[in-house]
C-alpha cells in the first residue's frame, strides 16, 4: 500500500527469510499526457472496462491510450457526481468498468428512492508521523467521494508499514518497529479529521455517509502463511505479476528486490477482498503507481467471491519543471501543524508558479470551476491573485479559515510596511533560555534547521553563503555563527529570514 499496501509479509513469512530471495530485470516505459475538454490536462492513463484477461498489462502507449480518448464518450455521459468531480477538476488517470461504477454511483434505491451509497477505500502507510502535500490529492478524492454521499473507508496501513512499498523506490525501506509504526499512525490519524467526517462506529452495514478508519494489521496478523499460499496465491501468475509496470520499473534498478517486497501486490489485492467482505467495499482508490496492484484486487475479488470490484487512480502530480509534488528547499511539506506552520503551509501554496496555479485550484481547493475559470483569465502581475486565493483556500480546508487572519497580517507587516514593528504572530517559533544563550551561543545554522527553514545543517550553511539568510533584516556573513544573548539587543525575539518570503521567530523564554 502506498496508499494501502497490505504488506503483512511479516505475518506470512518472517522478514529475514523473504529477504534472501531476489528478482532482477530491466525494462522501460514512456509516459506521455493528453487533453480534456475545458483545458483539463491530466497525465495519459490506460483505461480498462472490460474483466482483466490473464494477460492484460498496465503498459502505457501513446497518448490515444488517455482516459480522456477512449472513454470520452462515457465521461460526456456520467450521470454520478462524484465521477463528474473526477473528470471535470482533473483527478481521473485510470478507471475499470467506467460504465458500470457510474451505474453503481448514480444508483438509487427501488423502494425509496434514496440515492444507495457505494463505500470506496484508500491506503496509506505509517512510515512517518505525518503526511505531506504529496498526499493531499488522495485526501481530496475521499472528501468528494463524501460530499458526493458516498462512504470513505480509510485504511491505515499497519501491517504494511513493516515492510513499506517498494513501488518506485530505489531499494527497500527502513523495517519500522511496533511503536514506530503506532506512534507515526497517532500522528496521521488526525489529519483526516480536518477533511472528513467520521462515524462513531465502523459498523459493515451504513446508511450514511460518514467515514469510518480502519487498520490492515486487524487481519494481516493473523494470516497464517501455508493457508494463505494456497487459498490465494494459486490466484496470481508470477508472468502476470511481472508484466505490471511497478515492477518491472523496480526490476530494472540495481538494488535487489526482495521476495517480501514481491508479495506486496498479492497482500495489497488481499486488503481490497477483506474490506470488500467486511465492509462492502467496491471502489479502490489510488495514484497511477498502484494501478496493477488495484487490478489484482479487482481480480481476485471476481475469482473468490464474484464480486464486481472496481478501481480508480489519479495521475501522480508533479510541477510544471518536473519536480515532485510536496517536495521544498527546506524539505517535506508536511500537513500536520507542529511540523510546518501555518504560515508556511500558506506560503508553499502562495509560491505555486505561473503555470501550475490553476490546476491546483482544481485539485486542492473547493473553489466553483467557474470562479476558476475567471481566475484563469488573469495575466502577467495579476496571476498573483490566483496564487493569493490558491493559499487562501488550501490553508483554510487544512487549518482552518480563522488563521488566515494572522496569516494576512503577518504578510502585510513583514512585506509591505516601510517601518514599525513586524507582527510575526504566524510565523514558525522554537525557544530558547539565557542558558542556550551563554558562552558561544547557538549557531545559526541549527536554528534554521529547527525552524524549518533549511533542510540540513548543510543547506543552512549554503543559505548563509548565499547571502540569503538574514536576522531582523541584517545579512548573517559567518556560517558558523552563532546567536547570543545581545543578539536580542534588549528584546524578547528575533525573526530569522530565509530568503525573501520564509522566516521564523526565536524567542526567549
Known sequence: MKWSMATASLALASSACCRAFTLSRSSTTTFVSSSWRQG??????LSVSAPLSEDA????????????????????????????????????????????????????????????????????????????????????????????????????GGATSKVGDPTGKDESRVLLDDA???????????????????????????????????????????????????DYGSQFTINRM????????????????????????????????????????????????????????????????GAQLFG????????????????????AMWLNADKVSEYDYWQFWRNTSDEDVIRFLKLFTELPLEKIAELEKLE???????????????????????????????IESMFSSKGGTANTDSLPRIFVSAEDLAGDGVRFADLFLELGLASSKKDARRLIQGGGAKIEGEKIVDETGCLTAAGFDGKTEVTLRAGKKRAGVVELQ
Open 40 to 45: 483539463l490536462r491530466p497525465l495519459s492513463s
Open 57 to 156: 498489462t498496465e503498459v502505457v502507449g501513446d497518448e490515444d491510450t488517455s482516459i480522456y480518448v477512449q472513454e470520452a464518450e462515457a465521461l460526456g455521459k456520467l450521470k454520478s457526481g462524484f465521477l463528474q468531480t473526477m473528470r471535470d477538476r482533473g483527478f481521473m488517470h485510470q478507471c475499470t468498468g467506467l460504465v458500470e461504477l457510474d451505474k453503481q454511483l448514480s444508483a438509487v434505491d427501488e423502494e425509496t428512492k434514496e440515492p444507495l451509497i457505494v463505500s470506496a477505500y484508500l491506503g496509506f502507510d505509517a512510515t512517518a508521523d505525518s503526511l505531506h502535500v504529496g498526499s493531499l490529492l488522495q485526501i481530496m478524492i475521499l472528501r468528494h467521494l463524501q460530499q458526493s454521499g458516498h462512504r470513505p473507508i480509510v485504511l491505515i
Open 180 to 230: 514506530t509504526i503506532q506512534h507515526n499512525i497517532d500522528g496521521i490519524s488526525t489529519v483526516f479529521e480536518k477533511f472528513l467526517t467520521f462515524s462513531d462506529s465502523s459498523d459493515a452495514k451504513t446508511t450514511t455517509s460518514d467515514a469510518i478508519m480502519v487498520n490492515n494489521d486487524d487481519w494481516l496478523s493473523e494470516l497464517k502463511y501455508l493457508e494463505f499460499l494456497r
Open 242 to 305: 511481472l508484466s505490471f509496470e511497478s515492477v518491472k520499473l523496480r526490476l530494472a534498478r540495481e538494488a535487489p528486490f526482495s521476495f517480501l517486497e514481491f508479495n506486496y501486490m498479492i497482500l495489497q489485492a488481499y486488503d481490497f477482498l477483506e474490506l470488500y467482505r467486511r465492509y462492502d467495499a467496491r471502489l479502490q482508490l489510488g495514484g497511477s503507481d498502484q494501478w496493477g496492484n488495484i487490478l489484482s484486487g479487482t481480480e481476485l475479488g471476481r475469482r473468490c467471491d
Open 312 to 331: 480508480l487512480t489519479a495521475p501522480l502530480i508533479t510541477t510544471s519543471d518536473g519536480k515532485k509534488m510536496g517536495k521544498t528547499a527546506g524539505g
Open 380 to 410: 502577467g502581475a495579476g496571476i498573483n491573485d490566483a496564487k493569493i486565493v490558491l493559499a487562501d483556500e488550501a490553508t483554510a480546508l487544512l487549518h482552518g479559515r480563522e488563521c488566515l487572519t494572522q496569516i494576512h497580517k503577518t
